[in-house]
């Protein structure tokens, strides 16, 4: 990997007495999917806070392309090329497709007290630049309300690429998408990887990160426990070490003695 757009180096965060994260590292690259995995309190909610500013770490470093930083708000993160694109996706659902896509950047004509947003030329952007994600808005001024999740989505990951983010942090894009829809999010994480774009991928389903990541980290209370590269594991191994395949077997011998 040449020099990354992101990394942690031996990170922890605590609250109090409790540590949520110990001495996590990760690297993650431009035209890369960075898959981080695990189950429900394996810290991937405090990672993605540390990673979009919310929360500043206890130990380590942040690197971003290089220069160490300590982010000390979302706003920073954002300024930074680091897009977050969270579960609830911050969209509003009364709202127009066009307006969602912009949320306050929208392009603007004439000038001083006569200035204007320019209506036709952000329908036509955001019309377009959904395009390029493989979906046709025939009505952008149609509420996002009436879109897919699968579609809402790929606008906010659009609009992320437009507004220029070099790191995308997706936090479960996919946990209650259908499998059409969650193909669809797949697709446009593809698409902003082949932008150029260093996507992470934050998921509890080893199914979806294998057919679109590169390097996968796998997450257990709040440690490190394993890291893959593509293609040196098979998605059954992922799959395997995901799921704890040793307790499986386990837990099924028990269940299989009850019988």
């Not at 809402?152 to 479960?172: C, N, P, T, W, Y």
Request: glycine share 10%.
């Amino acid at each position: 990997m040449t020099q990354p757009l992101l990394e942690l180096r031996n990170v922890s965060k605590n609250f109090g007495s409790v540590v949520a994260l110990n001495d996590i590292t990760i690297k993650v690259g431009a035209n890369e999917v960075t898959c981080i995995l695990g189950d429900n309190g394996a810290g991937k909610s405090t990672l993605i806070k540390i990673l979009s500013g919310a929360h500043t770490q206890s130990e380590g470093e942040f690197l971003i392309e290089g220069e160490v930083v300590k982010l000390s708000s979302p706003r920073e993160a954002i300024d930074r090329g680091i897009a977050t694109v969270f579960q609830d996706l911050a969209t509003v659902p009364l709202l127009s497709v066009w307006r969602n896509f912009f949320l306050g950047q929208e392009p603007e004509l004439g000038w001083g007290p006569f200035k204007q947003i320019h209506k036709k030329r952000a329908r036509e952007i955001a019309k377009a630049k959904l395009m390029e994600m493989g979906i046709d808005i025939r009505d952008p001024e149609q509420a996002i309300g009436t879109l897919s999740g699968g579609e809402r989505q790929s606008v906010v990951i659009s609009r992320a690429m437009h507004f220029g983010a070099k790191v995308l942090i997706l936090d479960e894009p996919t946990s209650a998408l259908g499998v059409k829809q969650s193909g669809r999010v797949l697709k446009s994480i593809l698409a902003a990887k082949n932008s150029g774009i260093g996507v992470i991928f934050i998921t509890h389903n080893p199914s979806h990160a294998y057919l679109v990541g590169d390097r996968f980290y796998l997450l257990n209370r709040g440690k490190l426990v394993n890291e893959f590269e593509k293609d040196k594991v098979s998605r059954e191994e992922l799959i395997r070490a995901m799921s704890g395949g040793a307790e499986l077997e386990t837990l099924a011998h028990e269940l299989n003695q009850n019988i």
